[in-house]
């Protein structure tokens, strides 16, 4: 992870993205804890992030949340996005599967839970894609990705939490990239680096 955001850094310094001078750096991960040490990196290494993930690392900040950033530098100012869907992999293989020992959970949990619960509601030809507004970004997480990608929702041909997880980190990289065109045809000025891509832990 360090030395990923360090290869970050050393290609985009010669390119004019200085932290702390011009720079203003967007974060967007799930809220699962476990994606922590990724931000705190980024933040080690660029300055204080501004925060655009909502569950499974999706982009829901939408325009109001990406012009709110864009309003936080300057018309020749530099953007760097680090957007980052998640997905764990034990010591076993088995892929979103995860031990917490700092909570002291001692039996296996789920990441991503969110992406996991929607593989398994198309598993088990449960999918509700009706809005429930006490569950708004679980809701928009499935109804967008399906918007957004041709991932089966036929229980009989249901995608496994891999599939899910690309079809997710698919979707965030649309968003992003729609996102910063939008003000990058505001601003010729400004320079932009986006980073999307799938967290492993
Ligand atoms: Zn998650």
Not at 49 to 74: D, E, N, Q, V, W
Not at 92 to 111: D, H, N, P, Q, W
Not at 141 to 164: E, G, Q, R, W, Y
């Amino acid at each position: 992870l360090e030395e990923f955001i360090f290869e970050t850094k050393q290609t985009l310094v010669p390119k004019g993205f200085y932290p702390h001078v011009n720079t203003l750096v967007c974060v967007g991960l799930c809220r699962d804890e476990i994606t922590s040490p990724f931000e705190e990196e980024v933040e080690a290494m660029w300055g204080q992030a501004f925060i655009c993930g909502s569950l499974g690392g999706m982009l829901f900040c939408g325009k109001t949340g990406f012009s709110a950033a864009h309003r936080h530098a300057p018309i020749t100012g530099h953007f760097i996005y680090y957007c980052f869907t998640h997905i764990a992999i034990d010591h076993e293989g088995i892929v979103g599967s995860v031990y917490r020992t700092r909570s002291g959970m001692e039996e296996k949990t789920t990441a991503c839970g969110a992406l996991a619960a929607f593989a398994a509601e198309i598993a088990s030809n449960k999918l509700n894609l009706n809005f429930d507004e006490d569950d708004i970004e679980m809701s928009m997480l499935k109804k967008h990705i399906i918007n957004k990608t041709s991932l089966s929702t036929d229980a009989m041909n249901a995608p496994d939490l891999f599939k899910v997880t690309m079809a997710a980190y698919e979707t965030i990289t649309f968003d992003l990239e729609r996102h910063v065109r939008r003000d990058a045809g505001n601003f010729k000025d400004r320079r932009y680096a986006l980073f999307s891509g799938i967290q492993i832990h």
